[in-house]
């Protein structure tokens, strides 16, 4: 890749609609990095239906009832942002960005937490902190508090920045397209380990063990 986008280059790409922020950003959220907010939709899993996770047993009740993943989770919905959504110290949520955000192909990001935040004990992603060239959806994050007290979180609020930067020569393919399972939401969503490429060969390698048993 080449250079991180500048303040002033990041203002010529989002003239140029290189990248599109949905609603339209405010002056204040654009400097060296774009600073995105915080949704009003977070998921979480539910103790007393997920005592464990197993991405065999998840890739088989998806096969056979695909409603009964998300019955596993609660989805908590915080519309008004004067509601905090509550994230308890050790807890994990998933949520995702106010804004929608597209990138053209030749434009790739790197989703970092704020200062401010970080200082508290929030952590915005766990490991999935890079944004494909050619995304377009709502940007997720993974939410830990690492902190020692609980933190009320309120939608709207800048919690995160996305560093970005421009590919130093035509990319061979989309790549989000590559990563679709996860491309164009609005809302967050859960993960699906089991739909990894890896993971089937793995699995099915499990399975052969388990028939010679």
């Not at 959806?137 to 995160?160: C, D, K, M, R």
Request: charged share 25%.
């Amino acid at each position: 890749m080449t250079g991180i986008l500048s303040e002033v280059e990041l203002v010529q790409a989002m003239l140029q609609r290189e990248v599109v922020v949905i609603p339209a950003t405010s002056v204040d959220q654009i400097g060296p990095t774009l600073d995105l907010r915080l949704g009003t939709q977070f998921i979480v899993k539910r103790m007393d239906r997920l005592p464990h996770y197993d991405p065999r047993e998840f890739r088989q009740t998806h096969d056979e009832d695909p409603e009964k993943i998300m019955r596993r989770y609660e989805i908590v919905k915080r519309v008004d942002p004067q509601q905090p959504f509550w994230l308890h110290p050790g807890r994990f949520a998933v949520g995702c960005t106010l804004e929608y955000v597209h990138l053209d192909p030749q434009i790739g990001g790197d989703l970092e937490g704020t200062s401010s935040w970080a200082r508290e004990g929030l952590n915005v992603h766990s490991t999935a902190g890079l944004i494909h060239p050619g995304h377009s959806g709502t940007i997720t994050f993974e939410l830990h508090n690492v902190g020692t007290h609980p933190v009320a979180l309120y939608s709207g609020t800048n919690v995160a920045q996305l560093r970005l930067y421009r590919l130093a020569g035509p990319a061979p393919w989309a790549y989000a397209d590559r990563n679709a399972r996860y491309a164009k939401y609005v809302a967050p969503t859960i993960g699906r380990p089991w739909e990894d490429w890896t993971f089937e060969a793995l699995s099915e390698q499990i399975g052969c063990r388990s028939d010679h048993d």
